[in-house]
Structure formats: C-alpha cells, structure tokens
C-alpha cells in the first residue's frame, strides 16, 4: 500500500470542492492555477465549469502545467419518458466523451440517473426497475462510441439515499453486473469509481472490490461521512472529520493493483465554499496525508 | 394478494406517528383509544411510550380493547465499547422481550445499533465490522432468551444513512445472513421487519424477499420517500405521497404467504406531529387503501 504521508503526489482535486472561495464563484482556470501552485497534480473538473471557461482554453491549461484528469465529471443521467429524451441523453454522453478525450481524462465518471423528474421533486413513475433497464441500455449505447474513441467509462454506484433522484445503481455489485454484461472481456472500457461516501457502509463492499480487480476500478473518490449528517447533498466532510476508514478501503482498492490519484470530492459543501479555496485545498493536501 | 381498499383491517398504526398532536405529546392511552374509536385492530408501540404511562395499564388497555400488537418497537442497539455497555444491552434487551411478551406483541423489533457514541456525535472508533460483529453476538446472546420466552426477534435492516449512527445491518441480505447463522433451522424464533422505507432501493430486495420466506417476514413497515427528502431522520412521508411503489413490495412479501399488519411507521416527522393526531389517523387509514 502506498505511503500518503510524506507528500500528496497521489492527491487529485474534483474541482466542484472548490467551486466557491467565501461563498463566490471561482472560475475553472483560478482553481486550476490554485492547485498548480500547490503541486498538485491533477483534477476532475465538472463539465459546467469547463463550459464556463471554454473547453479549449481549460485544455491549454491543463497541458501547459502537465496536469492530468483522474476523471471527468460527468456523463450519465439516462433515463427519461420518451424516446426523445432517451436521445437527448445519448447525444450529450457522447459530447462528454468527446469532452474528457480533448482533456485527456483517465475515465468519464457516469452518474446514471434514476426516476425521471424526481430531481425536479416529481417524478414521473415509480418503476425502479425500469429506470435500472434504461441505464444498463443507455450504457451499452455509449460503450459502443466511447469504446471508439479510447474513453473509459466509470459507473458511479451513489448512496442508496440518492436512488430516487440522482443514481438507481447504488451498490458496487449492481455496477459490477452491469460491467460484466456489457463488457465480459474485462477489457477496461468499462468500470467503476468507487467513491468511499457512496459505499463504505456496504458489507459486500470488500468482496466486491475484490471482485471488479484492476481492470475495473478506474477511479478512488475521497471524503467523509459526518455525524449527524445535516443535509443528504450538502454536508460531506472533509476526510478524517467523519467515521469512514478510508485508508482500510484504500488498502481493499490497492490490494488489487489500483495506482491511480485519491480524488477529494467534497460535492456541494456551503461550510468549504465560504472559506477561502487556499485554505480549503492546504486542508485537502494535509487530510490527504493523515487521513486518507 | 389482499386487497386493502375496501378496509382497514390490516392496518397497524406505529404509535410514533401520532407521538404528538398539533405540536404536544400524546400520551399512549389516548392514542389506543383514538385508535380504537376508528376501529383500528392494531398498534405497535415505543417503548419509551409504554413506560411512560406504565406497562400494566398499558397491558389492560390493550387486553380490554382487544388490540393486537403488530410489533413492539424496540430492542437492539447492541454496540458498546466495553463488555460492561454490552452487559447493560443485553439486561435491557431481556426487559424489551418481557414487555413484549407481557403485550402479546407478535414480534420485538430489533434496531441493532452501529459505531458506539455517533449518535451522539462522536462515534468512539470507525471499524464497522467489529460493530456488526458484536450485534451478530448480542442477537445470538437475546435468542436464547427470546426463544425460551416465546418472543421473535425481527432484525430491521435500516437504510443505509443510518449505518454509522443507528444501525449496521441495512440490507435484506446481511440480516437474513445473520438468521441464517443463528436460526439455521428457521424455526420463526427470529426474522427480519420489511420497512419499505429503507429497503425500498435495493436491487436484492425481491429475491432476498423470497430468501427469507414465510417464517422470517415477521413485520412489513410502510410509509413513504419523498423527493426532495430534507432530513435524514425527519422526513418520512405518507403512503402515497412518495416514489416508493408499495403495493409491489406488499406483493412480494404477500407472495411468501405473509398475512399480518401492515405497519404505518412515519417515525419522527414534525409535519404530521404538528396536525391533529385524529387527521394523521384518517389519512393513515385512507392512504393505507389508496396507495398500500
């Protein structure tokens, strides 16, 4: 198992854990240049950012600091009513991979979608089940495209508290099924991200871990889980403030071959985003080193 | 299956959803009575209710009304740090069988308790295997207990964003592995309680449904998800008012010969606690043929 705690070689930065600095926008470029100065070495940025700051710029900058991406945040969100909106989803999928291939990207990460309008506090139907057949179909479109063009894809399982609204595949092994349906070669065109807030309750979690092997694990998402937790979006701790081992879990992820960056992903914090982003990004660097 | 919209026959009411009307403790007499005026055949109470107003008028209530006890909420919680905590849940435990079995309640339901101090904030260490560990013990400590006593025990998995504070087992499959280990020769001494609130998500859930079988569904719970969900504890919703598509979960427990109550738990919401306890009754009572 690799040593974490004499630098932060191995940190990346989801770029949404500094979206604000006391409580104001900070554009994609300013964030990018934050973690440069830090030595920081690489990111996953969220698409609404890139497309804040224009896609080619974000690429000049990104290589000219020989950053690299440990994901790209987001495709996904495949299901819909219609076969209109099932088509508006594989349309915009395919503009993320074509995204996440101009920044050289070490996976696309999917947030899968679950009951439709349930995001807009109505849904649509009740049909669980149908919504899972729509991202295993979805999926299977677009490993077809992504395939082509060199992208892998990273199936996100979210925390069962987000299966109505935001992701019904919420387990590793339902994410793990879907990879060996869709891609039985293990050819590492398709896997999972395993993000410790999403799964660390999760008794299979070992076994499955063990299970997907380092062809399937395309990425390692960090933070923590807080008691009590206030709010089900916004109130995920920085690493070491809650009750995840997460070393225990990266041990599990590397035990299998896994080397790539720990991404620190404190989705949609108000507490980080009214600090100044310096500090938030110095505490990222010092929790990478004693807690992760 | 049964059809629930002529009656309410088979409706139980947790007597945590009406724990308060229009903002005030009800206390548990007033709230059979109200119960019983509606012809209402059963209750699962709280323990803390039942003290409250003493076990033996309780007891005489509910044995001049006839009511019947779906289940009796709860036992449990038995994580500690020190063998003298995990002595003081076992005495406890014991107590909660012999009210139980006082009640004639048709099962104890068992909350089993997960990292020891979170609830409180502070959760005493982060190995959530040494947690399950000790409840998988403290179940098989009471079984003996129960077993002599003629009390099923009905382990409720409880979603997982209870897993650090409340509870370590939050699947069907990991609380049927445990009475499968326990109670090898399923022999109705301990099962679990279908509370579609937290078990709603699972992709297992119909197959570990059929797994468990007649002699381990002990309890079927209902209420609802809503979406948004704003708290993590305190916002259940009513049947119907939600995306969890109950009458097929019924369907499923039903297809394995279960014929008891279903159960209205809409633990600990505010929104309802502020109205008439009478209105919460009829709209339990209503939605329990609507939308169970």
């Known amino acids: 198992m690799r040593d974490f705690s004499q630098d932060h070689r191995w940190l990346s930065i989801n770029t949404a854990t500094v979206r604000k600095s006391r409580g104001r926008d900070l554009p994609l470029p300013d964030i990018l240049d934050a973690c440069v100065r830090r030595g920081i070495r690489a990111v996953s940025p969220w698409r609404d950012q890139v497309h804040a700051a224009g896609l080619e710029q974000v690429s000049k900058v990104v290589k000219a600091n020989g950053l690299e991406l440990s994901g790209y945040c987001r495709g996904g969100m495949f299901t819909a009513t219609d076969d209109a909106g099932l088509r ?17 990207a070490a996976c696309l990460v999917l947030v899968v979608g679950a009951l439709p309008g349930a995001l807009a506090g ?91 092997g380092r062809e399937r694990l395309l990425a390692l998402h960090v933070c923590d889980w807080l008691t009590p937790t206030r709010h089900l979006l ?26 790539g960056y720990s991404e620190v992903e404190i989705f949609s914090s108000p507490d980080w985003w009214q600090r100044d982003a310096g500090e938030t990004l110095d505490t990222c660097i010092a929790r990478h080193r004693s807690a992760v």
Chains 1, 2 share one sequence.
């Open 88 to 104: 508006a989803a594989d349309d915009d999928n395919r503009r993320a991979v074509d995204e996440a291939r101009e920044l050289n």
């Open 122 to 212: 109505k849904a649509a139907h009740k049909d669980l089940a149908l919504s899972r057949q729509q991202v295993h179909d979805g999926i299977g479109r677009l490993l077809e495209y992504s395939r082509a063009a060199g992208m892998p894809l990273a199936i996100e399982p979210l925390h069962p508290m987000y299966a109505a609204d935001r992701a019904c595949v919420n387990t590793m092994e339902h994410a793990l099924d879907i990879c060996d349906a869709l891609d039985p070669s293990r050819s590492g065109a398709l896997g999972v991200a395993v993000d410790v807030y999403h799964v660390w309750w999760d008794p299979q979690l070992q076994a499955q871990i063990a299970r997907a």
């Open 234 to 259: 916004e109130d995920r701790g920085m690493m070491g403030d809650g009750v995840i081992d997460i070393r225990r879990i990266r041990g599990w992820v590397e035990a299998q071959g896994f080397g």
